[in-house]
């Protein structure tokens, strides 16, 4: 491990939280310091080196240099904010809030704070495949693009309903928000920004109060 590693902590130990702490493990400049989740339980017994912090502000005022904010949609954008003011980078799981005031709120601490790093989980970007067809398009060799099309899907578990990723109060909205994200960051990848939206959501299987099928 490098003398100048990263000290991270993580706010949010479930699946997520778990999945970056694995990660932090493997990165020879990083040191999974801190973390803080209401049950920390599971991931104090398998991360017994990692101090747990009683609350989140606990964790960001903490002996770190970045937070990992991996918690429902509910409660990332005031740990965001309150981790860049706090002096802290940060990474975030997608999507960055629930609503348009979330994500103006997350850019003006940013703003506020212009040496720090903030980045999300927009993570397919980044695969193989997708960089390659990125310097394709980029070369022209395609000429002008028209359109893209993209489908992405997602299975539930037969307890779906009862999760954290079907109740609005804690997620903001359906599949789109949680994962359709991913594919509309692809088409900006490749495209820039959009000029105009045309979609339709519905409710077309399970018994929730978001959506599970999007079209845009």
């Given at each position: 491990?490098s003398?100048?590693c ?8 479930g ?21 803080y ?18 609350r ?48 103006k ?24 495949g ?9 070369s ?6 028209l ?19 079907s ?11 949680d ?38």
């Amino acid at each position: 491990m490098s003398t100048n590693c990263v000290r991270v902590g993580i706010a949010g130990l479930g699946k997520m939280g778990m999945t970056r702490a694995r990660e932090l493990e493997r990165h020879p400049d990083a040191l999974l310091a801190a973390g803080y989740d209401p049950n920390p339980e599971a991931f104090a017994v398998q991360y017994p080196n990692v101090a747990i912090k009683e609350r989140v502000e606990d964790l960001i005022h903490s002996d770190i240099d970045a937070v990992f904010v991996c918690t429902p949609n509910r409660f990332t954008p005031e740990i965001v904010v309150s981790a860049l003011d706090a002096g802290k980078h940060v990474f975030c799981e997608k999507p960055p809030g629930r609503t348009l005031s979330d994500i103006k709120n997350i850019i003006a601490a940013e703003k506020r704070n212009p040496g720090l790093k903030l980045t999300f989980g927009f993570n397919h970007r980044y695969h193989g495949g997708i960089q390659e067809a990125k310097r394709i398009v980029d070369s022209g060799r395609l000429g002008d693009i028209l359109w893209l099309r993209g489908i992405y899907g997602k299975s539930g578990s037969t307890d779906f309903e009862s999760q954290w990723r079907s109740k609005k109060e804690l997620v903001g909205a359906g599949i789109l928000l949680d994962q359709g994200i991913h594919m509309l960051d692809l088409f900006r990848f490749f495209m820039g920004d959009f000029v105009e939206v045309k979609s339709m959501v519905s409710t077309a299987f399970w018994n929730i109060d978001v959506e599970d099928n999007a079209f845009a």
